[in-house]
């Protein structure tokens, strides 16, 4: 299973976007995802299904993952960026806004929008179901593609890895459009097995700031 994040969004007034709508990608953005779907496409692995957030920049970086593998979109909401208080704002002037600083008083949670442990329990359940999908043919259940956002991605590898759920935003490693695998076991256990970053040229010049 792969967790591929969407590309750079046209954002030029830098606001947290979050699950606002109509927050399409870039010019970079589309091409970034296409890099993402060459990467996908080079590594010659039969793909069952190709699963996406509702937002748009989701779909658009879905978009051509569908052409190249001849796959049809589905969408899931379990994997839609998390909500946040801060939405529509620039994050550098809303912290200095002392109407804000009762969202900020929890990290753990985080108390500025949904807590941690919510994503990752709607995250892994949407795994769980996708690894159960019809084999492609005999015994081979083919690969599942997943096109998210940027903390369900981090915190879904925090959990599997065992890690704690909180974090510094600044020490993710989950670049736009990169792609992060997973297998599960014959136990069940979901386990990490691979990032890659097929847009990393183009990262240097991307505006990069209307995360979660």
């Known amino acids: 299973m792969h967790l591929v994040r969407h590309g750079e ?16 990608l870039s010019q970079l953005g589309r091409r970034m995802a296409q890099a993402a779907a060459d990467e996908l496409v080079a590594r010659e692995r039969p793909v069952a299904a190709l699963i996406a ?21 589905r969408t899931d909401p379990r994997i839609i960026e998390p909500s946040n ?27 500025w929008g949904e ?29 599942v593609i997943m096109v998210s956002h940027q903390l369900p991605i981090w915190v879904t590898h925090l959990s599997l890895a065992g890690e ?16 992060t695998s997973f297998e599960r076991g014959a136990d069940g256990t979901i386990r990490e097995v691979g990032y890659t970053d097929p ?8 505006v990069d700031v209307g995360a979660v």
Request: hydrophobic letters at 40%; one cysteine or more; glycine letters at 6%.
């Open 115 to 143: 807590a941690y442990s919510s994503i990752v329990a709607r995250m892994t359940a949407a795994m769980a179901d996708a690894f159960e999908l019809p084999p492609l043919s005999g015994d081979d259940p083919g690969d």
């Open 9 to 24: 969004v046209y954002n030029p007034d830098h606001v947290l976007y979050g699950r606002l709508p109509e927050f399409h």
């Open 164 to 179: 704690r759920l909180m974090h510094d935003p600044r020490q993710r490693r989950c670049n736009l459009s990169s792609i």
């Open 85 to 111: 208080h801060f939405e529509g704002k620039v994050m550098e002037k809303a912290v200095k806004n002392p109407v804000n600083w009762p969202w900020l008083v929890n990290p753990l949670r985080p108390s």
């Open 53 to 73: 957030s509702p937002l748009v920049r989701a779909q658009e970086s879905a978009a051509p993952i569908s052409s190249a593998l001849r796959l049809d979109i």
């Open 199 to 206: 847009a990393g040229e183009l990262q240097g010049v991307a």
